[in-house]
């Protein structure tokens, strides 16, 4: 569980870009946050508003064109 939430928070701050939310505690490593971040910039965009999980869904559809680093963050995370 704990995995879990690490991965929702890393994606959550990975493609927020408002700065409030972005001074809240971060999770995941700086790499973590790196490996994910183009992946959903580029598959993910239209859903970044809509919540962790929404994004998470959305990496796992497009599993077979996330980087393999993303990919890995994901399966590290329980994904």
């Known amino acids: 569980m704990r995995k ?3 991965a929702l928070t890393l994606l959550s701050i990975t493609v927020s870009s408002n700065a409030a939310f972005a001074q809240q505690q971060r ?14 910039q580029k598959f993910c965009r239209p859903v970044i508003d809509q919540g962790d999980l929404t994004i998470l869904a959305c990496l796992k559809e497009n599993r077979s064109k996330i980087s393999q680093a993303c990919n890995q963050v994901l399966k590290n995370n329980g994904q």
């Open 4 to 6: 879990s939430l690490l």
């Open 27 to 40: 999770s995941g490593t700086a790499e973590e946050q790196k490996a994910c971040t183009k992946d959903v």
